[in-house]
């Protein structure tokens, strides 16, 4: 593909020029050549059939007069023209279609299904670009749906909002349904122009019949009127073979015209909304509007790595320590166990001895008292003989 800005020459299935960078694209007029091309291709064929086939080799007088007449042999080539416009839409429809196909393979979902985010949108048009290239898609840059999902990124680098990319969107697949619908101008053109060409030879006989007819009036003689009559008459039903040939090679001609290109119109309809559905459903929601969002997750994302990174280090340093704890847990384990029988001796030894004590001392304050209570009953017999003798005196 010729690069409209440098003039060099790309392959078919490049999407950028490999001399100035600049988006590849086919240039405006595409739609006049592939007209041109089909005028040139009915302009042929239609000099084929009439000066090579049928007539040389087709005998036969009706089909020479439904096919004679320069109406019909325009009726012919518009004909032609018509079915071989179609032919080139059809093709271009298989390339829109095969794009299609590759944009709902399964490798190029699971990679966009990963988020698209605001600085990665240049490499991921690159990466999908690679992808097509792959799949052999020629002439994939001016496919519908890669034409859409380049422009959307674009806008998303641009104006990082979901408003204003779904508004996107909606414009531009008003744009495409409007450009497929304007490529089918010349063809409902020729739907119209076919059939009021088959009325125009149908007047054009009629009318020669009637001035045919006219001049056998005027020139009538007495004499020999059968054989005026018969050639009055032969031109009058020239005419109207004429007339009625024309109408009939033209309603003949525009029914195959209108159903092969009723179908492709729908066909294509069906893919624009399969383009609209993939839009929605596969890019819209894994767009990442929010470039701060991206600073955080690439953030957030570094200190998980550092994180694990250092429990790491750090789980490989303590680990010989926990080892060699474990094993003098045990040893220890096992010292315990053996002090435990001398622990419980121990244990109960000294509690026999505190009984003890108590009892020691139980005792010992039962002595004290027995003699307090002695000193008390002396002290009081001091006392009363004390009274008494103080009485007697």
Avoid at 138 to 149: N, T
Avoid at 333 to 353: R, T, W
Wanted: one cysteine or more; charged letters at 20%; glycine letters at 6%.
């Amino acid at each position: 593909m010729k690069c409209l800005k440098c003039g060099w020459s790309n392959s078919d299935t490049a999407a950028y020029c490999q001399n100035c960078h600049s988006y590849l694209a086919e240039p405006p007029g595409m739609e006049a050549l592939n007209t041109f091309k089909s005028l040139i291709l009915a302009l042929l064929v239609t000099g084929i059939f009439y000066l090579v086939f049928p007539m040389p080799v087709i005998r036969s007088e009706y089909w020479q007069q439904l096919f004679s007449g320069r109406i019909s042999e325009t009726i012919f080539a518009l004909v032609l023209w018509s079915l071989f416009l179609i032919y080139f839409k059809w093709l271009q429809f298989r390339q829109q279609h095969r794009a299609y196909a590759a944009f709902r393979n399964q490798l190029l979902h699971d990679s966009l299904s990963n988020g698209i985010y605001v600085k990665d949108v240049d490499e991921r048009i690159l990466e999908i670009s690679q992808y097509l290239q792959e799949q052999k898609v020629k002439k994939f840059q001016d496919s519908v749906i890669f034409r859409r999902v380049r422009r959307t990124l674009k806008h998303l680098k641009a104006i990082p909002k979901k408003e204003e990319i779904t508004s996107i969107l909606n414009y531009q697949a008003e744009i495409d349904h409007n450009r497929m619908q304007s490529s089918y101008a010349l063809l409902n053109v020729f739907i119209w122009a076919i059939p009021i060409l088959g009325f125009i030879g149908t007047v054009f006989g009629i009318g020669q019949s009637i001035g045919e007819f006219s001049d056998f009036i005027r020139s009538t003689s007495g004499t020999d009127l059968n054989t005026q009559m018969r050639s009055a008459l032969g031109g009058v039903t020239s005419g109207l073979s004429v007339a009625f040939s024309t109408t009939f090679i033209a309603l003949v001609g525009v029914v195959p015209i209108m159903m092969l290109a009723s179908s492709l119109r729908k066909r294509e309809e069906d893919l624009l909304l399969s383009v609209e559905e993939y839009c929605l459903e596969d890019l819209l929601p894994n767009l990442h509007v929010r470039p701060g969002d991206e600073l955080l997750e690439d953030a957030v994302g570094g200190h998980l790595e550092q994180m694990a990174e250092f429990s790491e280090n750090w789980r490989k340093q303590v680990s010989p320590v926990l080892e060699s704890v474990e094993r003098h847990s045990k040893g220890l384990a096992a010292q315990v166990g053996g002090l435990q029988p001398l622990i419980q001796k121990f244990s109960e030894s000294l509690f026999e001895a505190k009984d003890e004590m108590s009892e020691l001392n139980q005792v010992e304050n039962n002595k004290e008292n027995s003699a307090s209570r002695k000193i008390a009953d002396l002290e009081d017999a001091d006392e009363t003989s004390t009274n008494s003798q103080a009485s007697n005196q």
